[in-house]
């Protein structure tokens, strides 16, 4: 088969699994390049393993620490008419990697909030690590079934009034209005069920009853708050509701655990294109005005780079770098004052005849067809590909 994107909307309905393969041997190598991190890492659970920020977790783990790592993640593979999903492709090469690196990697495909996949990964670390001391939560899911058989599913809206602002249509790259309505309050509470820190408390509480939860362990999960251009959608909207509810569960964990020594963190990381956030509106366009002024300030960094940062710099494993509110801000480089002058200044300025000046559609463009395993440098995308690949693990 001859793999070409196919996109529709923000998604992007094709992968390539060689380019998948190059995406994962490029973030391996910068990891590899930066040097080994500090402290303590060899058993590593990574729920939500298999693009963007997960991914990256992952492969920091097992290339920067040298870490066992078990990943969760919910992925399609190719019935040999369409391609798998981007992510069974990124975890078929992370495992082919990981074992040449000498290091245990398995991978358990199924919907994380279950308690199924829960009992199947408490299994899997008793069986073969006995304990893991790091646990990485990086889910982004538009629905969720609660554990009393509750489904909830989650919207992109704001919580007060409706908002119109600038948007970039994916489309044709021209510049619109766009106006997000205003959530009910059942919409509120069904998005905070979903991306809140419910499941991830659950996660660690299931863990721990297990005996499968080191002492000392560290947990993280990531957040994002943003610029002030984009709060009424974000931090002010449905989405931020959900996280404001993330960062109050870090709080409860690490003082329901304080005992056993857990320390639970937010990493509040850098706006980035990602599956999630390519479907919120408003959002792309200041994705690509932030990648121009970042870029020209030599500040941007991509998945991997924050989080090997995240690793190295703020010692996520040791004493974390935080702020007053015991966040790690690794989007310290995208609220630098002179930044967000910048951006602010551009988004004034902004328009259909000047876009491709004042942002990075380009960059933005770049970013969102590797997720998927495209314009990587080396791949032959002329070449006849098999689109099945297996993931070892979950063969065996």
């Known amino acids: 088969m001859i793999i070409s994107p196919k996109v529709k909307d923000y998604l992007c309905l094709t992968a390539h699994p060689e380019g998948c393969r190059k995406n994962v041997a490029d973030q391996i190598a910068y990891v590899r390049s930066q040097g080994e991190i500090p402290g303590e890492a ?18 920091v783990a097992a290339f920067g620490c040298h870490a066992d790592t078990l990943g969760i993640m919910f992925e399609r593979p190719s019935n040999g008419k369409k391609t798998a999903t981007p992510g069974w492709y990124n975890t078929a090469a992370f495992e082919e990697f990981a074992k040449e690196e000498g290091c245990y990697a398995k991978s ?14 408490i299994e899997t670390i008793r069986r073969d ?43 044709d790259n021209t510049i619109g209005m766009k106006t997000i309505p205003a959530a009910t309050e059942e919409e509120i509470e069904a998005t905070v069920k979903v991306m809140g820190g419910e499941d991830w408390k659950l996660w660690i509480e299931a863990l721990d009853e297990a005996g499968v939860l080191a002492d000392n362990a560290v947990t993280a999960a990531y957040s994002y708050i943003g610029s002030e ?56 366009l200041y994705m690509s005005v932030l990648y121009k002024v970042m870029k020209e300030k030599n500040l941007h960094e991509g998945c991997i780079e924050q989080i090997e940062r995240l690793f190295q710099e703020k010692n996520l494993l040791l004493d974390a770098v935080t702020d007053e509110h015991g966040w ?36 933005y463009w770049e970013d969102f067809y590797h997720m998927f395993g495209f314009g990587e440098e080396g791949v032959d995308y002329n070449a006849d590909v098999d689109p099945v690949m297996s993931i070892p693990s979950l063969e065996g």
């Not at 480089?333 to 002058?341: H, R, T």
Request: net charge neutral.
């Open 108 to 121: 358990i495909n199924g919907d994380a909030f279950s308690k199924e996949i829960k009992d199947i990964t």
């Open 129 to 171: 690590f006995g304990q893991v001391d790091t646990v990485i939560y990086s889910l982004a899911a538009p629905r969720r079934t609660a554990p009393d058989g509750t489904s909830y599913r989650s919207v992109l809206k704001t919580t007060g009034d409706d908002f119109t602002n600038k948007n970039l249509n994916l489309k």
């Open 229 to 284: 251009l984009t709060y009424p959608i974000y931090f002010e909207g449905t989405i931020g509701e959900a996280k404001k509810h993330l960062h109050k569960t870090a709080d409860e964990i690490t003082e329901e655990f304080k005992d056993k020594g857990l320390k639970a963190y937010i990493s509040v990381n850098k706006g980035l294109v990602t599956q999630a956030s390519s479907a919120i509106p408003i959002v792309p």
């Open 328 to 363: 790690i801000r690794m989007d310290d480089w995208e609220l630098k004052d002179d930044v967000q002058d910048e951006v602010k200044l551009r988004w004034k300025q902004i328009e259909t005849s000047n876009v491709k000046e004042l942002a990075d559609i380009d960059g």
């Open 42 to 59: 060899k058993k590593v659970l990574v729920i939500g393993c298999s693009t963007g920020y997960g991914l990256a977790s992952r492969i």
